[in-house]
């Protein structure tokens, strides 16, 4: 008979007749084995003294079919004890750092006269090196029910819109780890808010919230991959801190951190979108897809748990979701805002004022619909009210003493300013900065105060009484009066037509000049 296979139960099915009796030729004849191969396995089995009213266990088979199937290992061939010799230097090749390629490792050992096929010394460095070998991969168990689910973003193909114009749809799938029931997100962004709006969503769609999230090291989830130690967008961590479920991403490249979604990805590509005429409406594609998700993948025996995903979920785990919380997350978002020397910082467009010791800093700044926050570090500095494009939110307790009023063109305050230096002078404020447009007369209310502290109060408030009187209101005039006078004066003292008495001139008491002198003893003796 031809060559066949001997397994296990033809081995034990060998024995088995032999123990009753019937002869390697009887053997042959019923089709079990061939009769020599019979012979050698009867032959084997009186060896380890089986006898016919012994006991095959699988052990006893184990040992007959060892002695039969047993083969002599082959001689190390010229080429194998060849290499065994440069296995050090192999080892210190391909361990480097940096390692050599296999290709230059056989370079080398050719120019030093070791000439070896490279088919052999590949070989070679995979049985004895481990060279290249492929990891040893397990099973993960599932985990318990609403512990898990893995996210990613699938591109599905191009749908067009009324307009003709053709535009690339993407998916957000989320499949739950335990049941594999899924949901599905068409969406033609994959940016955070389209992220979370997916995952809002999602949780509608099961009725809960999953414990824990892995994701790919998509941008809108992971700021910086890393193995151990990834960074995830603010803005996510606080919608995943919001809703309650922690954030675990998936490593790079390695697919088979989440396999369970890895595969869905083509399955929804091939059995939801292709061959289907989809117009590039969302509300109508997320309806479809709702419904392929509840109706279709949902209610399928799955391959892997052959078991119908739906029913596994509302069986076994909705009861341990997490419960949804009320209200919308505000989807913040975060960025970096430098300090200019007007004390403002622009945040999408808008200009937000910060205290002066900060002009220069790089801050991070997180602004949401209806607030606009400052950190440095982690202290938030600065609070302001979110304020629409080109506008501003300036707080004058930023600006340094002094200088709160002109940046914010206040008029009452610099009315009451003037005021402070003279009855005229804050007439004259009030007369300057009446009408309808005070601001554009502002900076001569400024140069009055100017003049004030230059010339001093007294001379300004004399001149404006003398310009309110004529009905002159012209503060450039006044500042020329002033100057005009101080030059007279200048000049007078420089020629010595004015002469400064010295301060002790009137230094002795009033009394001293006074015409008529009361003699208090005379007042006293009354006449004498």
Not at 116 to 145: C, M, N, Q, S
Not at 231 to 243: C, G, I, K, S, T
Not at 291 to 297: E, F, I, L, S, T
Not at 494 to 506: D, H, Q, T, Y
């Amino acid at each position: 008979m031809g060559f066949r296979e001997i397994t296990m139960t033809d081995v034990r099915e060998v024995l088995r007749r032999w123990q009753s009796g019937q002869s390697a030729r009887e053997i042959a004849r019923n089709g079990v084995a061939d009769r020599k191969t019979a012979g050698r396995y009867i032959e084997a089995a009186l060896g380890c003294g089986l006898a016919s009213d012994s006991e095959l266990t699988d052990g006893v088979v184990a040992e007959v079919a060892q002695r039969v199937q047993a083969r002599p290992l082959a001689a190390v061939s010229a080429p194998r004890q060849e290499l065994e010799v440069q296995r050090t230097r192999i080892e210190r090749w391909l361990g480097g750092d940096p390692p050599l390629r296999l290709v230059r490792v056989h370079e080398l050992l050719a120019r030093d006269g070791i000439c070896i096929a490279y088919t052999t010394l590949r070989r070679f460095a995979h049985d004895k090196l481990g060279w290249r070998e492929r990891p040893v991969t397990v099973r993960v168990d599932d985990p318990p029910p609403a512990d898990e689910a893995q996210i990613d973003f699938g591109e599905m193909g191009l749908v067009v819109d009324d307009e003709g114009r053709r535009r690339k749809l993407w998916v957000l799938v989320v499949t739950l780890s335990m049941s594999r029931y899924m949901f599905v997100w068409p969406t033609f962004l994959q940016t955070c808010s389209a992220l979370i709006e997916g995952l809002e969503a999602a949780w509608l769609f099961f009725g809960g919230v999953i414990k824990r999230v892995v994701p790919d090291n998509m941008t809108s989830a992971v700021v910086r991959p890393h193995a151990t130690e990834p960074v995830l967008n603010r803005a996510f961590l606080e919608y995943a801190q919001w809703r309650g479920f922690f954030v675990d991403p998936a490593r790079v490249r390695h697919p088979q951190d989440k396999p369970r979604v890895e595969n869905q990805v083509a399955y929804v590509r091939e059995r939801w979108f292709a061959g289907e005429k989809f117009r590039a409406d969302l509300k109508e594609l997320r309806e479809a897809a709702t419904g392929w998700c509840r109706d279709v993948a949902g209610a399928r025996v799955h391959g892997t748990t052959r078991r119908v995903p739906r029913e596994v979920y509302e069986l076994e785990e909705r009861p341990h979701m997490i419960a949804l919380r009320e209200g919308t997350f505000d989807v913040p978002t975060w960025t970096k805002a430098k300090v200019h020397p007007d004390h403002h910082a622009q945040i999408a467009r808008g200009l937000y004022s910060l205290p002066t010791r900060f002009i220069g800093k790089t801050l991070d700044a997180r602004a949401d619909r209806i607030s606009v926050r400052f950190y440095l570090g982690g202290e938030m500095i600065k609070l302001h009210s979110r304020v629409a494009p080109g506008k501003r939110s300036t707080d004058p307790n930023d600006y340094p003493v002094g200088k709160a009023d002109y940046a914010l063109r206040s008029v009452d305050k610099l009315k009451a300013r003037a005021s402070e230096h003279g009855e005229h002078v804050g007439a004259l404020a009030e007369r300057l900065l009446s009408g309808p447009l005070p601001w554009g007369r502002m900076r001569q209310g400024y140069a009055l105060l100017r003049l004030c502290d230059r010339y001093g109060a007294a001379r300004v408030d004399a001149l404006c009484e003398r310009s309110l009187s004529f009905d002159v209101i012209d503060v450039s005039r006044i500042e020329r009066m002033l100057k005009s006078a101080q030059k007279v004066e200048s000049d007078a003292s420089a020629n010595g037509k004015i002469v400064r008495l010295p301060e002790s001139r009137f230094a002795r008491d009033v009394s001293a000049f006074a015409t008529i002198r009361r003699d208090r003893s005379r007042g006293q003796g009354g006449g004498q």
